[in-house]
């Protein structure tokens, strides 16, 4: 027996239950013993009733529960409030009724236990919120007898107001209202024709973004659903005229109860309490009819009769648990399973004390924290609901329903059981693929399940050994490969035979619906296979696998199962020896591993060269290009497509280089190699160009290339990288270059061409002579300018002149040649022209230069008068300086000290910003606003002037002693001057407030050490 302090500890005797079962795992190779040890399961009853230890002196007259809160209405008109959250609070609400005949009927409260309705005998019905001090009479409820109360489904936690509720009363009626310390309103809404009082009501939306509302309402003997839009008078207010839906129950009976059971928040399934017994089903909201002829939201319901031998009548009050219904009597206590009517609980005289607690009257079921309530005349139960899923599953299983009592197993026996019945089943019906499935799952020895299956059917035993391997530890290793390997030479001895079957079936000319039925079963069993395959392939030893799979010379599988397990090398590796070089290219392209493009690059690159290339780009970040070399020497350009002319070896270095920014020397002058080789001169020119500023491959190997295959020039570019500018323009110059690597003009003669044939081709070739000889010239012209030395340069330009003169017998071209460089003139080509040379034919050269150098010289003389005048106005401007004066205002006073500016020697400067001579020398000393050495030579000035000034005072006072005055008094006074002077120019040379030298001192702080205590001071 528990006291009413324990409420809050009750529910951990459950817990306690439920943990202290220790239910084994295991699946497989159970023992007897073990197996013998799970079957004695938990002897305790499914239901155990506690009483609660309370002393009262007065009967019960109803109690509610809901949130951890109970009211309990007495008969001397007390109401008792018990909070199980707070179990020293217990509140009594000072409720007395007006009249001494009136006394307490009914309770009724909120799903929240926030909101209490009291309704009394005489028709007065009172209110309380759990604020209030004391219950307050509804008036607009005075005179309705209620029944029962429909609380609002949509407030999801607890308020003030009770928002729209529904109202049922003793005549039939249905009202709406809504109450906040008093009632807000009253609504009649429905009046049921046989006026039997309404026992139990329940309304919510469909969800939570729905419209449509339905409305559950019973009375003794019928239950009828109301179902319509938007709002609750809306719903009721067609039914006017049409009845609504309902299930009629006939009897005799002038109670009843209605429970609703919720998941997520909304309701899931209903129980009504009848005369005859429990009508239940499910609240389906899924539908869209709302016909209201018809039941729209009742489905699967069903009949629970009262089957209890000790009662003839009707209980007093029911509980629906999940499998159960509770049944309470005046004298007795039952619990009957729903699925199969068996009276699992009965507690009589021998358990209650009646003549202690009085006659039971009724359950109060706390649905928010699932909290069961038994209540006498005289006390009160709670009633712990002690794993009552237990043996549900056995009812599952007697009746069949395989899938229902698996879901309600709680350990592996349990499930074993059911797998081991259901397979039998399934094998009674020789339905063996199923029987196959369920006994891979049971704990039956493997061998004697083989055995069932292996002269039955094949396919049935190869399902078992695929879901064995699903129920197999991965810690039985052997077990595990030795099935796989059994079920590889299933599956391939069912291909074969299936292959058989469809050529025997096609030599026969069967139908082709059986054939292609044949084949469609092949593409399955394949497919099937080569799941499996990939699926167990760590249970598969690679090499039996293939040795196997070849027997059956099914090689498309292999290649499958290779790829499945990484062994792309093998699969790579068939390709090549078919020839099927695509394939092979297809594998390498979706590997990650380097190693395996260098090992077949060589192969593919000789025969698929474009694709190969194309995947080497494709990969080209992750390919070191130096370890592809060996596959591009092997390389043949005859191997291309026909539509494919580019060189694929030029195209994939080329990449390198100009995408990739390929450094490598080796690269560069493999390319430089390929272009060379390949006659592509404009694509060697312009790799070469490319590499202007920094070059990556070998000029000394790059000439050596470039002179073996007679590429002119490239070999005056490399000269002229080499700083050989020399040698680039002889180069340039030299016309037997490429005379030998040009067979139309060394065999011209040797063809048989007539005389008109021969003349166009000497014309020809005059053409093509005069395009050379321009082209080494500018070429020529181009090398001779890039010297940095003057003379070189000069020498490297006549010596293209002299070319043109002596090899080309062109004076005037030589002369323009001089015109277009002015490094050399007319005079520097005389001592070459020969003799027999006219004047007259380079007078016009010579006279342009005469004018040349007049105008020189006219410029230069022009240039020489400017200096003049420019130098003549600076000086005007340096006697002006000494002349110039300024206005100072009276009483002047010094910018940094704030002093009089008279009293002491000072400076003015162009700003406007006046300084004591001392203040402004302070000031460039202490900022660092000069040069250290002119900080010191400042220094050293006021030293000697100190100096000459004492020793000048002593020379005047020895003069005033009547001595002769020396002359060098004088010459002191005149060095004093002079040093002041030089002082005065070192520290006037800009204004140290608003000058440039200014600027120096932004990153200078505001204050130095000496003034830390200052800055401290700002400290926040």
Known sequence: MTTLEDFNDSSSDQERIIEDEDIPDKILNTTIEQEQEEILEDDAPLFVLEQVKFNTSSEYVDMVAANQIIFIAFKDNKIMRLNLEDRSKITNLDFIPKKEENSIRKLFLDPYGAHLIINCTNGDNYYYYNTMEKPKILSKLKGISIESVAWNTEIKAPQRVTQEILIGDSKGTIYETSIDKKELYLKQLYQLEEQEP?????????????????????TPNRLREFIGKKTLEAVFEKYMTVKPGFHPFLGKLNYSELHIQKEKGYAHSFSWLTQSGIYHGTIDTSKRNIDPEKNNVISNASFVPYLIPTQANPPLSFVQTDYHFLFVFPEEFAAVCKLNQDIVVQLDKEFFDISEIGKLKAFAHDFTGDIIWLFSERGFYRIFVNNEKKDIWKIYLNQK???????????????????????????????????????????????????????????????????????????????????????????????????????????????????????????QTLQDFKYFLVENKRHLNPEITYEMISKHGRIDILLDYALSVGDFERVISHHIQNENYKEALKVIQGQKSDEIIYKYSPILMNHLPVETVDLWILKASNLNTVSLLPAIMRYDPAKNPSHVKSNQAIRYLEFCVKQLHNRDPTIHNFLLALYASNNQDSELLNFLNMEIHQTFYDLKYALRLCTKYRKKDACVYIYSQMGLYEEAVDLALNDNYMKEKNPKRKNINEKNFNNENIKNQNDIQFEDNQEKEIKDIKLATINALKPEDDDLKKQLLLKIARDLMEKQKNIKKAIEFIDEHEQISIEDLLPLFPNSVKIDDFKDQIKKTLDNYISKIRNLKQEMDSTTKSTDIIREDIKLLRDRYSTINPNPRCDLCGTSILNKDFCFFNCGHLFHTSCLQNELLEKNLVSNSKKKRILELNQMIINEQSKHQSDNKNTNQNQPQKPSIDKTQEYIQHLKLELHKMITFDCVICGEVVIKTIDMPFFDEENQSLINSWKI
């Open 198 to 218: 309404i026992t139990g009501m329940y309304f919510q939306r469909y969800n939570t973004n729905s419209d449509l509302i339905f409305v559950i309402v019973t």
């Open 401 to 523: 329903q395989f899938e229902m009592a698996i879901e309600s197993c709680s350990n592996d026996y349990q499930r074993n059981q059911v797998y081991k019945s259901q397979a039998k089943f399934h094998y009674a019906n020789q339905e063996y693929n199923y029987a196959a499935a369920l006994y891979a799952k049971t704990n039956i020895p493997f061998e004697k399940i083989v055995l069932k299956f292996l002269n039955i059917d094949n396919n049935a035993l190869k399902d078992f050994l695929t879901h064995k391997i699903d129920a197999i530890g991965e810690q039985d290793f052997t077990q595990l490969k030795i099935i796989c390997a059994w079920l590889t030479e299933i599956y391939l001895s069912s291909l074969n035979q299936i292959h058989l079957k469809i050529e025997e079936l096609e030599t026969e000319k069967k139908p082709k619906n059986e054939i292609e039925k044949l084949k469609e079963q092949f593409k």
